[in-house]
């Protein structure tokens, strides 16, 4: 996590959770289906012959898929622009981008979300990090540390941060929010 503070904006950009799992299981088709992607499209637009296998289709429509969610698991990060009354949030694998804009004076009921288990138990603990690596395809929705409410609606933000970045960032969006309110 990295936060870079000015008298007027204030920057966090947090690099997303690995799931290694997900990196294994979308990267390496991906590596894969890439090249066979690009020969399929050469092949086309050479010969003009757009009477391809109907498996062309799905390396077309699948490849980019695997690609960019791949990318999101190796270079993704969300970052957080605060600047006058706005607050810019992005997430970004670094070709696509996703750009929100919050209004200040419309968050309410900013808080931290922690992990909740039944129990202590090995197999509480398990079930309930099994469920997280499941809900983080695609692209981590609806997943976040801290959450806030906008316009009647549930914002979840920044998946990657570890408990003790939860709470300083927590604290700062917090201090941010009230001196711009005021």
């Avoid at 391809?52 to 270079?75: C, D, K, M, R, V």
């Avoid at 922690?114 to 929705?141: H, N």
Wanted: charged share 25%; proline share 3%; net charge positive.
């Amino acid at each position: 996590m990295e936060i870079f503070k000015t008298e007027k904006n204030t920057e966090i950009i947090v690099p997303v959770t690995k799931y290694w799992m997900h990196l294994f299981v979308f990267g390496i088709p991906s590596i894969i289906m890439v090249p066979f992607c690009v020969i399929i499209i050469f092949k086309i637009i050479i010969t003009l012959n757009f009477n391809i296998p109907q498996e062309g289709y799905g390396f077309l429509l699948l490849t980019p898929i695997f690609a960019n969610y791949s990318l999101w698991l190796f270079n993704g990060k969300e970052i957080l622009f605060i600047e006058n009354d706005l607050i810019e949030y992005v997430r970004t694998n670094g070709i696509i981008t996703i750009r929100r804009n919050y209004e200040i004076r419309k968050i309410k009921n900013i808080v931290t979300k922690e992990k909740q288990f039944k129990s202590d138990s090995f197999i509480d603990t398990t079930r309930e990090l099994i469920k997280e690596t499941q809900r983080a395809f695609p692209f981590w929705l609806n997943m976040g540390k801290i959450k806030f409410q906008y316009e009647n609606k549930n914002i979840n933000l920044f998946n990657g941060l570890d408990n003790h970045e939860m709470i300083e960032v927590y604290e700062i969006l917090k201090m941010e929010i009230e001196n711009r309110n005021k």
